[in-house]
């Protein structure tokens, strides 16, 4: 059995995230105590990890691990944001993060927790430049869970080392933001969504993977840390970059109240503008692996 300090607690690890990020720990010879709501499924999908269900052992792995990668949280595209769905949302997030929380805060030796929040915590803020250090906003719908999610991370031992890790759009070549974006590029329907002029706060997930990894790993790393590429863009060059990779153009516009009839509340994580800059990660010397879009793109694509 390895020392607890080279075991780490991983929620959501049956996530396409979490399963990255307990992927490269234990490439690092970390041990990996996964939390899923369906333990014997993960355990089939991952059998090399440990796991835990939601319900019985989770304080437990906690405090004999004394690190937590907290990603848990019902998939924000899982269905339209009716109230029920915004409350579960929130519930799936806050819930197991306050128990983890204060699980961490009963050991005896300092832990650390990095917890996961998102891009629209920081509201819709036009052009204004978003550093690490800016305040949690509770303007839009998601925002507002994100703002409880950041709270209850918090709500430990001054003595544990907290770090939230506000992760931007991430593209990944199986999964996340590139296919919903790139998509109807490659069946000729794509267009600008609302203005084009939002900022996008996009990011590798190979990148989010290796912030995460490091923001536990290394104890400079401590509160609010944008998730983000150094060179955000705006809606209409994440667009044009996606038609071009696609052989297609960008000519059409969905204007942003159609998007928001076919979307909903969630239509506010794409016409929203968050031009988030990761300036903590900077100035620790986090290399990031795909600082511009443009080659971002041309990675995934290649690789999907």
Not at 91 to 104: F, G, P, Q
Request: a negative charge; aromatic letters at 6%.
């Amino acid at each position: 059995m390895p020392p607890p300090a080279a075991r780490v607690v991983v929620t959501g690890a049956h996530g396409w995230i979490g399963d990255r990020v307990g992927a490269a720990l234990h490439a690092r010879g970390r041990e990996v105590v996964g939390v899923s709501r369906d333990p014997d499924v993960a355990r089939a999908r991952r059998p090399e990890w440990s796991w835990v269900g939601l319900e019985d052992d989770l304080e437990d792995a906690v405090i004999a691990a004394g690190a937590v990668v907290n990603l848990a949280g019902r998939n924000v595209f899982e269905q339209r944001w009716t109230p029920e769905y915004v409350e579960t949302m929130r519930r799936s997030r806050v819930d197991i993060t306050r128990r983890v929380a204060r699980a961490l805060a009963c050991q005896e030796r300092p832990g650390v927790l990095v917890s996961a929040s998102g891009f629209t915590v920081c509201g819709d803020a036009g052009d204004a430049e978003l550093p690490d250090d800016t305040p949690a906003s509770r303007d839009l719908v998601l925002g507002d869970v994100y703002a409880d999610w950041e709270e209850a991370a918090r709500d430990t031992d001054p003595a544990i080392r907290v770090v939230v890790a506000r992760i931007g759009v991430v593209l990944g070549p199986d999964h996340g933001a590139l296919d919903f974006f790139r998509r109807p590029f490659v069946e000729g329907r794509g267009a600008v969504l609302g203005s084009g002029e939002q900022w996008v706060p996009w990011v590798h997930v190979d990148d989010v993977v290796g912030l995460l990894v490091e923001a536990l790993e290394k104890p400079r790393y401590r509160g609010v840390v944008h998730v983000v590429a150094p060179h955000p863009v705006r809606h209409r060059e994440l667009a044009a970059q996606l038609a071009d990779s696609a052989g297609t153009s960008c000519d059409a516009v969905e204007p942003a109240e159609v998007v928001r009839r076919r979307l909903g509340p969630a239509a506010e994580m794409l016409l929203t503008s968050q031009r988030m800059v990761p300036r903590r990660p900077l100035e620790l010397g986090y290399d990031f692996r795909h600082p511009e879009l443009a080659g971002a793109i041309v990675d995934l694509v290649g690789r999907a």
